[in-house]
């Protein structure tokens, strides 16, 4: 006979069963450890007001249940001893990393008063307003710096999908995502969702299954590429050249989009006369890619309908050449007639916090309190200036620099939530620039090695301790609650936010109401309302929600100075860059550089995303660390036998800058001649090796993904 469940208490709470008897209560959430298109829906098991368990929600359409082993280990991470539990202020000099604690009424008092000091003597410009990688407070942020009178809102964004965005905004105005499920041809551009994103992840291996095929272009093996149908393995920075390689193909093959092209383009017969530079075998020659492949591909991209690019972020911007190469390979999709068509690339812009869903909101015009024109030029400008004029906000890579010269005008200090110096090119030179400034304010939930150089650090708290509104691409939405008290006196960014702006902005009368009347304000244009979302604490599917059509182009033409998709831009013509989506040689690379190419012969590319870590967030998390405990480069064994370097030896990695010391991982993964490494290592922190001006002159974005380096063992 089957005995009857042992229900005694003793058994529930060691079984972590809900109930009444138990005292477990389930409550929702979201996992904020890594990007805004995953977001994970979070159960969290509370007793006693302690997270004692997580899992992934069900009933969530986007994660479906399902965490990764960062969300896994989500109580080690939102209960870890590094938290900062109370606001700090500096004692002795920046670099003491000395502090004493301090009430939030003193902390923020102390801020207001420097902060509206500094507006006074050198203008509101010379304060800085920066949000690292996390982004649930930035058009609070965004809006505080320009209530205040400064244009200098910056972010991790000038690293990160902006120049992706910017390289298509020259094109066409806009970007448009590929509809993955209903396409039948993926060309994946660099990008790889396994480690990166998991839950469109899963969304490939679907459309995998139904026999979509896919070209895969990157020099890296990912879990990808074993579905792929071709992979295109290209040298790191060549990504411009193999695009315009395709695109001889496709012109002069004929299987080209004839009536977009005609309609709808300007510049086209330049570009077909530039094209001709690349036939097959002198692109091979420069991405070493084969000829054959590349016809290949260029004829099954081109000549299967509706097919879809999907492109990383940031992987092919990452490099000196970074915009014109992303400007020649998202010209392929007009080129094809997969621009906003259904299955091709479908532009549907973002409705909050980077997620398109079909919904309007007023984020922009939120954010936006201040026009351009009534406030100063941004970091970054008279560098810069299509930056400008295509991304919303200064480029921070810039800020070390314009510390230093305080040219065109100081900057003086900054108010930062979430800064990781280690995310700058020549990260010790941010450092450096930081200890120059007059004031520094981080908010984090760590102490991390940049906040212990700020005058004061405050606690953040996590996803789990605060309130926010997560949009899904599968029209749901979620207003969450928090499921456990503050950890210590931490608060939520945007009541900090809002504490400020009282102090700093007290004219702005919206930022004054709250945070909840300025998301009903946001939420506006949908007729949603906090209040009713906090209703459904799991969740809510947003119902009647109408898509905006395909080819919106043929009512309101492109949003481009000519109307049209640009072949050649006439924003980058009008600030004096060639129009046309040149390739060129990254500035560091064995063709460009030959001599240095003799003492550090190997290509140097870095950051591609490993699956336990998020940047500097998670090395201190115990569980993901023993997943991967030291920093190692990614070596290809013909590489490492050159060199004598066996499996798990210490290597000194290189570049004519700096060298750091890494193990030897022996992998295929990496082409030979090619070196991988993740970037953000506490110890080994590869932005140390590259110059801080080793950047895009169009966009100031970083050459993070091609330059040259060596490896030798050590001991
Ligand atoms: N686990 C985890 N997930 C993350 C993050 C994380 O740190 N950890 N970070 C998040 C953030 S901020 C971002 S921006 C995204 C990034 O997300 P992805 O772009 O998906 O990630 P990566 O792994 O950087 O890049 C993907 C591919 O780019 C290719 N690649 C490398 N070098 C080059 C090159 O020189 N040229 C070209 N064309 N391709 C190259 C490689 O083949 C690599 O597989 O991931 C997000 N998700
Ligand atoms: N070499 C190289 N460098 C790179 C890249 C690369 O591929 N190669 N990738 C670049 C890219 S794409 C990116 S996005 C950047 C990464 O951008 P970073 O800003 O360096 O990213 P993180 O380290 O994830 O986050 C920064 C800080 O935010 C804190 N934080 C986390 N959550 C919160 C919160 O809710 N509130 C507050 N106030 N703080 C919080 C974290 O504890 C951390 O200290 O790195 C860039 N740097
Ligand atoms: S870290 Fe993992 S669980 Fe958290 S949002 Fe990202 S994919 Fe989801
Ligand atoms: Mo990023």
Excluded at 28 to 40: D, V
Excluded at 197 to 221: F, H, M, Q, Y
């Amino acid at each position: 006979m089957p005995s009857s469940p042992d229900l005694s208490l003793d058994r529930m709470s060691k079984g972590k069963i809900p109930g009444k008897e138990s005292g477990i209560e389930v409550r929702k959430t979201i996992c904020s450890i890594c990007n805004p298109l995953s977001h994970c829906g979070i159960d969290s098991y509370v007793r006693h007001g302690v997270v004692i368990k997580v899992e992934g929600t069900k009933e969530n359409p986007h994660n479906e249940g399902t965490i990764c082993s960062k969300g896994a280990a989500s109580r080690q991470y939102i209960y870890h001893p590094d938290r900062i539990r109370t606001a700090l202020i500096k004692k002795g000099d920046r670099d003491s990393g000395q502090f004493e604690p301090i009430s939030w009424e003193e902390a923020l008092d102390i801020i207001a008063n420097r902060l509206l000091g500094i507006k006074v003597e050198t203008g509101p410009e010379s304060v800085a307003f920066y949000a690292g990688y996390p982004k649930w407070m930035r058009p609070f942020l965004k809006r505080l710096a320009h209530s205040f009178g400064s244009p200098n809102y910056c972010s991790e964004s000038s690293t990160c999908s902006a120049g992706a965005l910017m390289a298509s905004k020259l094109n066409y105005g806009v970007a448009g995502r590929p509809e993955i499920e209903k396409s039948r041809c993926l060309l994946v551009w660099s990008t790889n969702p396994f480690y990166s994103n998991t839950s469109p992840a899963r969304k490939l291996l679907e459309v995998v299954e139904r026999g979509v095929r896919i070209i895969e272009v990157g020099p890296l093996i990912t879990p990808l590429t074993a579905h792929a149908h071709i992979h295109l393995r290209i040298r790191p920075g060549t990504s411009g050249a193999l695009a315009l390689g395709m695109a001889h193909v496709i012109i002069e093959e004929g299987l080209f989009d004839k009536d977009f092209v005609r309609d709808w383009t300007v510049g086209f017969e330049e570009y077909r006369v530039y094209v001709r530079e690349f036939p097959s075998h002198v692109t091979e020659q420069i991405t070493g890619v084969s000829a054959a492949l590349i016809k290949e591909a260029a004829r099954l991209y081109a000549t299967t309908k509706p097919a879809g690019m999907l492109n990383g972020p940031n992987a092919t911007v990452h490099h000196t050449n970074g915009i014109q190469n992303h400007r020649a390979l998202t010209a392929l999709i007009g080129l094809t007639g997969n621009f906003d068509t259904e299955g091709g690339n479908y532009v549907n812009p973002p409705s909050y916090l980077y997620v398109p869903n079909g919904v309007v909101t007023r984020q922009h015009q939120f954010e936006q309190s201040r026009p351009w024109e009534e406030m100063p030029p941004r970091i970054g400008q008279d560098l810069y200036p299509a930056w400008c004029q295509l991304i919303p906000e200064a480029q921070a890579i810039h800020l070390p620099s314009q510390i230093r010269t305080r040219s065109p005008y100081p900057v003086r200090a900054i108010l930062a939530f979430g800064m990781n110096h280690r995310m700058w090119p020549g990260s010790d030179s941010m450092r450096e620039g930081l200890k120059m400034l007059d004031f520094l304010v981080d908010v984090d939930l760590f102490m991390t090695d940049t906040a212990r150089l700020a005058d004061l650090v405050l606690p953040a708290c996590s996803s789990f301790e605060r309130s926010e509104l997560k949009f899904y691409p599968e029209q749901y939405a979620i207003w969450t609650s928090p499921v456990i008290e503050p950890l210590g006196d931490s608060r939520p960014d945007i009541d900090i936010i809002l504490d400020l702006a009282a102090r700093l902005a007290p004219d702005d009368l919206l930022l004054q109401k709250g945070y909840e009347d300025c998301m009903d304000w946001i939420l506006g244009p949908a007729h949603l309302k906090v209040a009713d979302l906090k209703r459904y604490p799991g969740g809510y599917e947003l119902k009647d929600i109408r898509m905006p059509p395909y080819r919106k182009y043929e009512k309101s033409g492109f949003s481009t100075p000519s109307g049209k998709m640009e072949f050649t831009s006439l924003i980058l013509k009008q600030a004096g860059l060639d129009p046309l989506p040149r390739y060129q040689e990254p500035r560091l690379s064995p063709r460009s550089a030959p001599d240095l190419a003799r003492e550090f012969p190997l290509i140097l590319t870095t950051g591609a995303r490993l699956p336990m870590y998020v940047h500097s967030r998670t090395f201190r998390v115990p569980w993901l660390r023993s997943l991967h405990p030291d920093p190692t480069v990614d070596i290809n064994p013909v590489d490492a036998e050159e060199r004598g370097i066996s499996p798990g030896d210490w290597v000194a990695l290189s570049t004519s800058r700096a060298s750091i010391r890494v193990r030897a991982n022996l992998t295929e993964i990496v082409p030979p001649g090619t070196i991988n490494i993740y970037h953000g290592y506490p110890g080994a922190d590869v932005n140390q090796l590259i110059e801080p001006d080793y950047v895009d002159p169009i966009s100031g974005y970083p050459g993070f993904k091609s330059l040259l380096c060596e490896v030798r063992k050590t001991t």
